[in-house]
């Protein structure tokens, strides 16, 4: 590592007298050599000063209008790569970028701006989404939202890994000169745009649970973003050593809240990936209760939902006979394992003696 | 997990079901009754409500399942000898059949005849004297559905006797307008419509003492009490100009949209509709009952308070223990719809229920009919054996209406008396 004209010398060659394991993370933690110009360089763009800031929000206000319009239109029609199109236009990387750097150099106007500038982004977003919605919601109800809309409502923990690894990319990506290009990767891997046009329009549909898992997702990429990209950036050196000293103090104070903001979103999370694994867990107890029902059926399709001690269950079966083992029977012995309370739709298809079939 | 990948087009979906089924989660040594019925999803869920509070008293553990084809599985069930605790009939005719088999347990002069509240409670659950079932939920037959804000703007009045009724259909023709809604194509059981506008009118003309001899066979359908009914009802559809769409229409569009004429035509393309309480489930999501739609009970004879025809569900038992006699003492009860009645959609058929036990306006409007009716008589066609009841008056009912011809449609229904011992499957027309 070599001292440049900011960082002080602290006389010693960092990479001298150490153990190989100390030696390789230093490597690992070799950072780039920033100059000062640099570093007013990209923060010039996390934070343009008066007379760019005007056309800077007017830009962010733009693109955040479109691609929430674009996303939520892109959800309600159930296209993938519409929705990924909204994401590439999403303005809301930067502002994040700029509040963990406005939190790692411990400057608190920066932080607020940076902060505010997020909430009303995210307030307009909903209000967009809600009125697409409004406009354009056609034939969709709370209880028919697209496949699109329902992937966005109910986060796992899997989400929070995502968020935590696109928001290291995210830091990284921003202090290595160089890798400019790989940030539209990380705006699809960590969305933020899809799930606040998915809080405004499951809002107008009345479907206040999915806007508020939506939300959840939202909150778990903001918080994972944020806290990831603050470290990357103490990490790689893009922070100056004099700042570091100066905040290295209060650092811990910082970074605490959004620490102990991610600490509470595992507890939603992981409420909701037990629930998915809960319901694989069912539907793997319904196909064997079905086996056991009756081997002349097999299911084509089969969708189960258990929350608590409700569970609905749809399926279709296909089957060579029309003489299989009534229905109520199935229901019964599901129930009696589970103690539930059970809906059931089997939808019946007969299938032609000669279909060609595989098992 | 065995995956079966079958190409689309071999596949042809043969049929749907629903059934629904709940279990609590204690798997100890409590006793368990079975519990077999036709209610399925927020019907399911409701009518756990209504027996929560007896698991909760007593322990016992209530294992319902509700099926979407109650009538042919209750028979399969039969046929295997499989048979539930308890039974949930919406058909009571099947009823009769098991009694006849001696495979229901008979609850005469046991708590649960106590627990009853009227005769007309204990004679709907009564075969050849003996009481085997429990009314547990009712439907109001003698209704007729029509459109208040019509009958302001042209100034018709609720009629208060028959006379009256058929002197505003007289004038609702005289003002261009078609004065009645009614169709009863219902597949394999076309023809309960027209059964229960006959009940109506034979407990109307006659009285409850002869209706109850007509419903047990001792009056034949030839007795000319019995043809005059027939005629009465030929007034309203075989007069051109009196039914939307005439005997054509009358046979051949489903019963659940006789009324459609009613909401989509303007001005509406019929002003009145006879049909029970569950016709509401037949109604556009649009309409709110008691402001767009209301109704008043089918008028009686001159001065004569208007008797009640009703049906509904039946709860009998297959084993006799005593969790089983506790269950079926509890749904007599008057607190045993309760639970159900607070999420709304039940109507209890007993006379000492609580009204304020009813969510809903209809409900407990529906209740109030009921508990204030001087003559409530269950549905005539429902009692009768089932070569009749559910084989000849309905078929009986549809050559009436296709030829006018009350004699002949008479001698045909009267026709189907003979001791018979083959059991037709019986097809549920309220689902």
């Known amino acids: ?359 | 997990m065995r995956r079966r990948r079958v190409s689309a087009l071999t596949l042809l979906t043969v049929g749907a079901v629903l059934v629904a089924a709940c279990s609590s989660a204690a798997p100890d040594d409590r006793p368990v009754v079975e519990v077999f019925g036709p209610y399925r999803g927020e019907d399911a869920s409701r009518f756990a409500a209504a027996f929560a509070p007896f698991e909760e008293q007593t322990g016992i553990d209530i294992r319902y399942v509700g099926t979407g084809s109650f009538s042919k599985d209750i028979q399969n069930r039969m046929t295997d000898a499989d048979y539930p605790d308890v039974a949930l009939f919406p058909q009571p005719a099947l009823i009769r059949d098991f009694a006849h088999r001696d495979l229901l347990v008979p609850l005469s002069d046991d708590a649960v005849g106590t627990n009853m509240g009227s005769d007309a409670e204990v004679a709907a659950g009564t075969v050849g004297g003996t009481v085997y079932a429990v009314w547990f939920r009712a439907v109001v037959k003698s209704l007729v559905w029509y459109e208040p804000e019509v009958f302001r703007d042209r100034g018709y009045e609720i009629p208060g006797s028959w006379d009256d009724m058929m002197f505003l259909t007289e004038q609702i023709e005289e003002d261009g307008l078609t004065p009645w809604c009614l169709s009863m194509e219902s597949f394999a059981a076309t023809g309960w419509v027209g059964t229960d506008w006959i009940e109506d009118i034979v407990l109307r003309q006659h009285g409850p003492e002869f209706y109850d001899q007509w419903v047990q066979g001792d009056v034949t359908f030839e007795d000319e009490a019995i043809i005059d009914a027939f005629e009465t009802f030929g007034e309203i559809i075989h007069q051109p100009g009196r039914v939307f769409g005439g005997t054509h229409r009358i046979l051949n569009e489903p019963w659940t949209s006789a009324q459609a004429p009613m909401f989509n035509l303007e001005p509406p393309g019929c002003l009145l509709y006879r049909q029970a309480s569950y016709q509401e489930a037949n109604l556009p999501s649009s309409v709110v009952v008691g402001d767009d739609i209301d109704v008043f009970i089918l008028p009686g004879k001159d001065g004569i308070e208007p008797p009640i025809l009703a049906s509904g569900d039946l709860a009998a038992a297959f084993n006799d223990r005593p969790e089983v006699r506790a269950f079926l003492e509890f749904l007599a009860t008057p607190e045993a719809g309760e639970g159900w009645a607070a999420e709304g959609g039940f109507t209890s058929p007993h006379p000492e229920f609580d009204p304020d036990a009813y969510v809903t306006d209809f409900d407990r409007r529906l209740g109030e009919i009921l508990q204030n009716a001087a003559v409530v008589r269950f549905d005539g066609s429902d009692l009768m054996v089932p070569p009749v009841g559910t084989g000849t008056f309905w078929t009986g009912m549809q050559s009436y209406v296709r030829t006018g011809d009350a004699r002949a449609a008479a001698a045909e229904i009267q026709a189907g008396f003979p001791e018979a011992t083959h059991f037709p499957e019986v097809p549920i027309p309220e689902s």
Not at chain 1, 21 to 49: A, H, K, N, Y
Not at chain 1, 145 to 153: G, H, I, K, Q
Not at chain 1, 326 to 355: C, F, M, N, V
């Open chain 1, 1 to 359: 590592m070599e001292p440049t004209d900011d960082q002080p010398d602290r006389g010693t060659h960092p990479l001298a007298d150490m153990t190989p394991i100390e030696s390789i993370w230093g490597r690992i933690r070799q950072r780039e050599i920033w100059t000062d110009e640099e570093r007013e360089t990209v923060l010039d763009e996390l934070f343009p000063d008066d007379e760019k800031i005007i056309p800077y929000l007017k830009r962010f206000a733009t693109l955040m209008i479109l691609s929430t319009t674009i996303a939520a239109f892109g959800l309600i029609a159930d296209s993938a790569a519409v929705v990924i199109g909204a994401m590439l236009v999403a303005p809301l990387m930067t502002p994040m970028l700029a509040l963990a750097a406005s939190l790692m150099y411990a400057q608190r106007k920066r932080f607020l701006g940076s902060l505010t500038l997020i909430i009303l982004g995210t307030l307009g977003a909903i209000a967009t989404g809600w009125l697409v919605a409004k406009v354009a919601g056609g034939t969709l109800t709370a209880a028919s939202l697209s496949p699109e809309l329902v992937a966005r409502t109910a986060p796992s923990l899997l989400d929070l890994g995502i968020a935590v690894a696109a928001g290291l990319a995210g830091g990284y990506v921003l202090t290595h000169k160089g890798a400019g290009s790989s940030l539209p990767g990380v705006a699809i891997a960590v969305a933020l745009v899809p799930p606040l046009a998915t809080v405004g329009v499951a809002l107008e549909f009345g479907a206040t649970e999915r806007a508020l898992g939506a939300l959840l997702l939202y909150t778990t990429n903001l918080i994972a973003i944020v806290l990831s990209a603050s470290i990357v950036m103490f990490v790689s050196g893009f922070v100056p050593d004099y700042v570091r000293q100066i905040a290295r103090g209060h650092l811990g104070l910082r970074l605490l809240p959004w620490g102990l903001a991610l600490l509470a979103i595992t507890v939603p999370l992981g409420l909701h990936t037990k629930a998915v694994l809960e319901d694989e867990a069912f539907v793997r107890n319904v196909t064997d209760a079905v086996e056991k029902w009756d081997p002349q059926a097999s299911i084509v399709e089969i969708d189960a939902d258990r929350s608590g001690s409700r569970a609905t269950v749809s399926m279709t079966v296909a089957t060579t006979t029309s003489d299989l083992q009534p229905a109520w029977k199935l229901a019964q012995s599901i129930t009696d394992e589970h103690g539930i309370e059970l809906d059931l739709d089997i939808r019946y298809q007969r299938e032609s003696t000669d279909a060609s079939s595989t098992s």
